[in-house]
């Protein structure tokens, strides 16, 4: 409490804060996870959270762009950029040398761009935490984008492509399933992008893209780990708040309509050796409490050992399927939940659908027990804790948080409300939503 | 005024200041680092149970998770003879059922304390890794003391095992980087009892239950032990819970085996691996080495660090960036209970560069011997290592993971809050001097890849053995005097 008193004090001698935030994650009785949240003039949010055990300091930027993105005929610009940013360099920064700017402070590094988001993310000793502002803000304020640079990252980006086509069975059926299960260019289209629109991509569409998404306005910063709070302040200011702000970014999409009728496909996969399905049930909006429910529920259904697709389809004694995964997936305001089998036989991929609605019929119908309830609660608490064991986790976790709330409001009784999900919640969600009217269904043949 | 204006746009882009006019000196050049602050991990506290099951504790506050690190000294040197992988094999059934639950009840006990149970097995020693939310330590203690004390070695079990390490083991072999290493280590040890720990899938017919339960039985004793909990947990409260659950567990006499580590060969020895089918090709070189001492562990990790330690080491910047022979090029030192294992690789090696790769690996590795390494690039290594250690043990389970390798190794401070204290005492002195100890020596050369494909290659090589993925010995090659290539079974 003390610290965060003095945190909100050093913000307020500073003076330049438009909006600063400070708030305990977690709620009672948990672990004290500070949170300083704060815009700077140029639209930049920023969010900072103490941790003194280890000398190490974390630092993602997260820019609010993804695949869903791109305009039509341009795909592939969102994976394209997030190599670009590792690979051209800047202003300042000669090519690829922001990796050994890092490797040779001891520290570690990634990036990842995916449907809805782009994350660069580092964790360096805390005596180097000016290097990677200096190195993150050189990159946001004057990527040095050029035929070169381009040229090369587009031919590596072909080659990802066609590794995968080959080396990855079903990759390309996952592509495809994506198009039954959203109804939008925005959603339905890869992350990779399509061959075609890889080709056809100039040096100026990078350009555009750059310059309309990754600026500060469009981002979020947030620091981690041993820091004292007054100077990070001084130095996000001093790297940051001088970078240009972009023009409004444009984030809407239109309204999601779906028909509440059963979707049936196929697909003829060139590179799987095995019969294969997807299935899908599309979702409530991210930010209502269905949320928490459908957590929950997908703890039920596959994330531990005892879950009951995963014992129903893979028990040793009966095996149906030979592969299981699936999940929840959100991108920004869609989401659905997903489940992708493997099977020996096309017989046996029917046995596994009607398996599959046979256990979603028995969550529909009877109460969940509370043991067993409380158990995958447990999982899920283990998972959602150790998701922010190191600053890196937790740095991550605050960008992430923050793009798909756009506020940490909710986050202090966040776990709180994932645990106070009752059976009485599970039933009604599952007859709304997993139900054979909302499902879609593509069926994977081999050649 | 127009001249004016002229010479100083020559001047701007002859000095390389960049087309960005208004922009903060500041922003040119790196900041310098802040001080390096000091590290104060928490001490390891150890004591000492009546049955000889030593305890130690590493606390730490405001962490939701508690870690509890069984080490017991059943590494793959203990396996018998006849049975290489029986400490793999009896390691991997741990857990896997007791006389009062079954495997997928124990998964249920896992998941009600929000428990994850791991188990790792190397030449010395096998590591139970055991992690659960810290409200729920006497239920996973009680857990634990069940695996141990009241295990079920069912036969569904053993053939489930059984088939997993096969079908994995065949997966591998199929793996030019695994059969290379496994091969560069059955080499290495020969009749020693480590190279047991390079067992192919051959070996996994032949374990049996009986055999899995005398080795349980020889091994798995409290005075060949040490229990590490991390978490907020002070040792006296440690040791009575652990105490508690564990004290029936009864000790017994452990004959010791360590005959020496075998010579290195008269000279370098090349040998290939075929691997049908496999595209590119891995390289090994390396050597085993009598055991260091603390200050020796450290030169050589220096050492290592300067040649092959990470992406910006000599080995990546050679063969990768600057040469394009290998994806990956690194080096390792294994520290183990007696001696150690050095040994640099290139991975995904394309066949038509494998010659220059495996010259530039060998000059590489004689530079550090014959040539002084510069103050700099010393420091930096050296900075590397000091940076990068925290981020080694931040995960939580990291921590009590490296306090249990102390435990496991006879270390002490010098691993923990030392370290830094022991990486800045090494210099160029003390590295040439480690480098002229361990790696002047004739080394293996392991090439592994397709046959067919590397044939070519060899050509160039005067002699050389060759082996099969599963690392059986097919035949000798010798280039007699005109050339001619002699084939020997």
Not at chain 2, 383 to 388: I, K
């Amino acid at each position: 409490m003390f610290k965060q008193k003095r945190a909100i004090m050093c913000l307020g001698l500073l003076g330049v804060l438009p909006l600063a935030v400070v708030t305990g994650l977690f709620g009672q009785g948990s672990s004290p996870f500070p949170v300083i949240h704060y815009k700077l003039r140029n639209g930049l949010e920023v969010i900072l959270s103490e941790d003194l055990s280890l000398p190490l300091v974390s630092v993602a930027v997260a820019y609010n762009v993804g695949s869903i993105h791109e305009p039509p005929g341009k795909t592939g610009l969102a994976y394209l950029m997030e190599n670009l940013m590792f690979s051209s360099g800047s202003a300042n920064i000669a090519p690829f040398q922001h990796f050994n700017f890092i490797n040779h402070a001891g520290g570690q590094f990634n990036g990842v761009a995916v449907e809805d988001k782009t994350l660069f993310y580092q964790t360096v000793p805390s005596n180097q935490l000016g290097l990677v502002l200096w190195l993150e803000s050189d990159r946001m304020m004057s990527l040095d984008l050029n035929e070169a640079s381009f040229e090369q990252q587009r031919t590596y980006l072909l080659e990802d492509l066609s590794q995968r086509r080959v080396n990855e069975p079903y990759f390309e059926s996952f592509v495809a399933f994506d198009q039954y299960l959203y109804s939008d260019f925005a959603h339905s289209h890869s992350l990779l992008g399509s061959e075609d629109n890889i080709r056809n991509l100039t040096l100026e569409d990078v350009k555009s893209f750059y310059s309309t998404f990754y600026v500060p306005n469009n981002a979020v910063l947030c620091i981690t780990g041993n820091f004292n709070a007054l100077r990070t302040r001084e130095l996000v200011a001093r790297y940051f708040e001088n970078i240009p702000p972009g023009k409004d970014v444009p984030q809407s999409f239109a309204p999601l309509v779906y028909t509440k009728k059963p979707i049936v496909a196929s697909f003829v996969d060139r590179f799987a050796a095995a019969p294969a399905f997807h299935m899908g049930f599309r979702m409530a909006s991210p930010i209502s409490n269905d949320h928490y429910t459908l957590t929950i529920i997908d703890y039920i259904l596959f994330r531990a050992r005892s879950s009951r697709l995963i014992r129903r389809l893979l028990n040793p004694d009966n095996k149906i399927a030979y592969q299981v995964s699936g999940g929840i997936e959100q991108r920004k305001d869609r989401v659905t939940y997903k489940i992708f089998c493997v099977v020996n036989t096309p017989g046996m991929g029917d046995q596994c659908q009607n398996a599959i609605f046979s256990e979603l019929d028995k969550l529909k119908k009877i109460f969940i027990s509370d043991d067993d309830l409380a158990r995958y609660k447990t999982v899920f608490r283990q998972d959602y804790l150790g998701r922010l064991s190191t600053s890196m986790d937790k740095a991550i976790y605050l960008c992430e948080s923050y793009l798909s709330l756009g506020n940490f409001d909710d986050l202090p009784l966040e776990l709180e409300k994932f645990m106070k999900v009752s059976p009485n919640d599970i039933i009604p969600f599952v007859n709304r939503y997993f139900t054979v009217d909302n499902s879609v269904i593509l069926n994977v043949k081999t050649r | 005024m127009k001249k004016i204006w002229v010479v100083m746009g020559i001047f701007v882009i002859l000095s390389g200041i960049p087309l960005y006019p208004q922009q903060e000196h500041f922003r040119r050049f790196p900041p310098p680092p802040d001080p390096l602050q000091e590290l104060k991990l928490p001490p390891i506290a150890s004591a000492l149970l009546s049955n000889g099951l030593g305890v130690s504790v590493v606390s730490r506050e405001n962490v939701p998770f508690m870690s509890v690190q069984l080490v017991v000294f059943a590494g793959e040197v203990f396996s018998s003879g006849k049975l290489p992988g029986t400490a793999t094999f009896a390691a991997g059934m741990f857990g896997r059922g007791t006389l009062i639950h079954s495997a997928s009840d124990i998964d249920e006990i896992m998941e009600s304390i929000g428990g994850t149970l791991s188990v790792a097995v190397n030449q010395d020693y096998v590591l139970v890794t055991f992690n659960f939310l810290e409200e729920h330590l006497d239920q996973a203690l009680d857990l634990l003391s069940q695996m141990i004390l009241q295990p079920n070695f069912a036969e569904n079990e053993i053939a489930s095992i059984k088939r997993r390490t096969a079908y994995d083991l065949i997966d591998k072999e199929r793996d030019p980087q695994f059969v290379g290493k496994r091969t560069l280590l059955r080499l290495l040890f020969k009749d020693h009892p480590y190279a047991k720990q390079a067992f192919s899938s051959e070996v996994v017919k032949n374990w049996n239950q009986a055999d899995l339960m005398d080795f349980f039985d020889r091994y798995y004793r409290p005075n060949n032990a040490h229990i590490i909990l991390t978490g907020n947990i002070s040792l006296g409260a440690a040791t009575r819970k652990v105490s508690h659950y564990l004290s029936t567990w009864r000790p017994q006499d452990i004959p010791p085996v360590f005959p020496l580590i075998p010579k290195p060969p008269d000279k370098d020895k090349i040998c290939l691996i075929d691997v049908p089918q496999a595209k590119n090709c891995a390289i090994y070189i390396g050597a085993a080495f009598p055991t260091p001492t603390v200050q020796e562990r450290f030169d050589l990790t220096v050492l290592n660090q300067i040649l092959g330690g990470t992406f910006a080491s000599r080995l990546f910047m050679n063969l990768r960036e600057s040469k394009q022979y290998a994806k990956f090029a690194f080096s390792e030192i294994n520290f183990l209970k007696d001696g150690g294992v050095f040994f640099a690789q290139a991975l995904d090696v394309n066949p038509q560069t494998l010659i220059p790769a495996v010259q530039e690996i060998q000059r590489e590795i004689k530079a550090l011997t014959g040539e002084p390494i510069s103050f700099q690039e010393i420091e930096q290594a050296k900075s590397f290592l000091m940076h990068h250690f925290p981020l080694e043990i931040e995960r939580f389970n990291d921590m009590g993971a490296r306090a249990a390798e102390i435990k496991a190794r006879d270390g002490g401070d010098e691993g923990w809050n030392k370290y830094y204290e022991q990486v800045k005492l090494v210099d160029a002195g003390r590295v040439f001097d480690a480098a002229q100890k361990f790696l002047l020596q004739p080394f293996y050369i392991v090439i592994a890849g397709d046959k067919n494909v590397l044939f070519k290659s060899f050509i160039d090589f005067d002699t050389y053995d060759v082996y099969d993925n599963k690392g059986q010995f097919q035949y000798s090659v010798t280039k007699d005097k005109k050339g001619a290539l002699n084939e020997a079974r």
